[in-house]
Nanobody
């Protein structure tokens, strides 16, 4: 099981980015992919998750309205579209897989629910 996150970079306040998470080695159906981020000196926080089979999406309160998670099953890829970025969005963004997806937000928003993680991609919002 592998996850490869990419798409980070430097963006000005108000700008947009789309992160990608390419997955491989998955031989099971009922799982979810989540995006987390970790800013310097802060805890890793949940942003969004998507159930791979159904496409059901979950968002943190801070992500609703600005961020959008989606998947392309033909490319084994999950995307995180981020709009109206501000300096507080500066962080390393990680994707991860919950192989025991059960459809509960309380679980999906918890770091410990995810068994495998990608390496992270840095997003810097600065003028």
């Amino acid at each position: 099981v592998q996850l490869q996150a990419s798409g980070g970079g430097l963006v000005q306040p108000g700008g947009s980015l789309r992160l990608s998470c390419v997955t491989s080695g998955f031989d099971f159906d009922y799982y979810a992919i989540g995006w987390f981020r970790q800013a310097p000196g802060k805890e890793r926080e949940f942003i969004a998750a998507i159930a791979w089979r159904s496409g059901t999406t979950y968002y943190s309160d801070s992500a609703k309205g600005r961020f959008s998670i989606s998947r392309d099953s033909t490319k084994d890829t999950v995307y995180l579209r981020m709009n109206a970025l501000n300096v507080e969005d500066t962080a390393v963004y990680y994707c991860a897989v919950d192989m025991n997806y059960g459809g509960r937000y309380a679980t999906l928003s918890t770091r410990g629910a995810y068994e495998h993680w990608g390496q992270g991609t840095l997003v810097t919002v600065s003028s």
